[in-house]
């Protein structure tokens, strides 16, 4: 089993910046790559961005050069450097886990973009 605790959404004026981190927990030595998602409402969730444990990235177009996820293998944390934000970036964001078995989720964490 593998628990994910996000932290560090809130309320950001467009053009800000926000970091949203994920602290995996449990067997987290299983964990083969991380991720985050966003789900804005009346939408479907959607990728923003992975990282593998070996460091390959992934970015959705919408948030690359914008958007740094990033990946302390020591802390098993997963970080998400959010710049130049804008009001359709508003949504709740997950932190995932994929593993040989299963995929693991967060329980989200709320970012607002305000115009």
């Known amino acids: 089993q593998v628990q994910l605790v996000e932290s560090g959404g809130g309320l950001v004026q467009a053009g800000g910046s926000l970091r949203l981190s994920c602290a995996a927990s449990g067997s987290s030595s299983s964990i083969l790559g991380m991720g985050w998602y966003h789900q804005a409402p009346g939408q479907q969730r959607e990728l923003v961005a992975t990282i593998t444990r070996g460091g390959s990235i992934n970015y959705a177009d919408s948030v690359n050069g914008r958007f740094t996820i990033s990946r302390d293998n020591a802390k098993n944390t997963v970080y998400l450097q959010m710049n130049s934000l804008k009001p359709e970036d508003t949504a709740v964001y997950y932190c995932?886990?994929?593993?040989?078995?299963?995929?693991?989720w967060g329980q989200g964490t709320q970012v607002t973009v305000s115009s």
């Open positions: 995932n886990a994929r593993t040989i078995l299963r995929v693991y």
